[in-house]
């Protein structure tokens, strides 16, 4: 296990609290090479306050998303709690199929935890029309289970699923890791692709939850091309860290 300078801008400082502590948020990240872009949980420059890294060395997509490793249970609690000691004040990851070991990593430390953007699901679907799903865009459809919703209280909300990995080039650098430079203009039409079929197969579908973090750098893309609230990774660590960092209202 390692600490991670990523790519992007140097790690920023402007958000702060009234004692001028600076309040970072800690990403649990999996094992991985390619390039993150803008956008991305794992490129400094998405974020305008710290962000700390920890790399768990030996959780690829295939032993995360693919077999849902248990034997990783341990190294995700030791990343989480060395996050903690280093000062993070919540902590996420870099994979929303980590929404399966939830329960298990927010007990291990005493700050906020969120695993995955999959947390959002009950909130997003309380928003919408009941009779709307929530669209799920991740990884790996079949691999995304019961048991990943169960652990995000999501089981029993109404969704729709559409995976990634029949895409040539996420399949290739994401899944498979052949290769660790990405062709981003490749992977956006991949990724609009996949979004435009699932909104154009479930009309019924009322808003977005991106589970896949190597996806969040279009979601910009994919809420211009199907009319829908898109939620993901970045969205919910921005409100997470909006919390920790509340400010004095202003007079009018």
Known sequence: ????????????????????????VGVICMDTSFTKIPGHIRNRATFDFPVLYRVVEGATAERVVTQADPRLLG???????DLQARGAAAITSGCGFLAIFQRELADAVTV???????????????????????GLLVAKERSLTRRHLEGVGAENVPVCV?????????????????????????????????????????????????ECTDLVPYAHAVQERIGLPVFDIVTLTEMVHSGLTRRPFGTP
């Open 1 to 24: 296990m390692k600490a991670e300078t990523e790519t992007g801008a140097a790690s920023r400082t402007g958000a702060e609290t009234e004692t001028g502590r600076e309040v970072a």
């Open 75 to 81: 190294p995700f609690i030791d990343a989480a709690r």
């Open 112 to 134: 906020p935890l969120y695993s995955s953007s999959l947390i959002q699901v009950p909130m997003v679907a309380r928003m919408i029309r009941s009779d709307r799903k929530v």
């Open 162 to 210: 559409a995976g990634m990995e029949e895409q040539p080039e996420f399949r290739e650098v994401m899944l498979e890791a052949r290769r660790p430079d990405l062709d981003a203009a490749r992977l956006g039409r991949e990724v609009l692709g996949q979004a435009e079929r699932l909104a154009r197969d479930n009309p019924d579908m009322g808003a977005l939850v991106i």
